[in-house]
């Protein structure tokens, strides 16, 4: 029996050790959700999918839905985001970021959108704006994004792509006070 095979963009979320070499990733990917794949002999120095696969790495994955699950087949690396990080504070909000997404995504619900819109925030960093408000932002959109806070006039700005030439002192604190409601309403 043949499977089909699912050529995509992913995010490294983490992974977890099984067996001797294998090892299982969770992947933030742009047509399947958040999903956990795993990879066979992928610890033993002669693998290829080795240092493609580190946490924090964007890559181009190809997958394989079998019986017992997600299975990566092969891996093309793109960046690492961790390591072009140049301030402590941008993978401090990197890593927070990716903490979230796994605390709240639920499922392999394709949310392509939000994967765009996160990528390209954590690529291009903007050098004026606090690594704090960054996280607010971007904690804010993730929430709105998977339907865990409706969007209000205080903060409706924060959505919008021009956020961060647009954000008030106002509207980060009760985005704030929002974030914080929707966290402890989820019970996450």
């Known amino acids: 029996m043949a499977y089909h095979l699912y050529n995509t963009e992913a995010l490294v979320c983490g992974s977890r050790d099984s067996n001797t070499s294998d090892r299982a990733y969770i992947l933030f990917t742009r047509e399947a959700g958040m999903i956990w794949a795993q990879t ?47 301030e402590r504070d941008v993978r401090i909000l990197l890593r927070n970021v990716v903490r979230l997404l796994r605390r709240v995504i639920r499922g392999e619900e394709a949310t392509p959108e939000l994967y765009d819109d996160l990528l390209h925030t954590l690529k291009a960093v903007p050098k004026d704006v606090a690594a704090s408000e960054m996280e607010t932002v971007l904690t804010l959109r993730v929430l709105h994004a998977l339907g865990y806070i409706a969007p209000q006039e205080v903060y409706q700005n924060l959505l919008e792509d021009n956020a961060y030439e647009t954000r008030t002192p106002e509207g980060l604190r009760k985005a704030s006070q929002v974030i914080e409601g929707a966290l402890t309403a989820s019970h996450l």
């Open 40 to 86: 066979k002999s992928v610890r033993e120095e002669r693998s290829k999918h080795r240092y493609a696969l580190q946490d924090f790495s964007v890559i181009r994955v190809s997958l394989v839905h079998g019986k017992a699950g997600w299975r990566i087949v092969g891996t093309e690396p793109s960046t690492n985001l961790y390591y072009d990080a140049k």
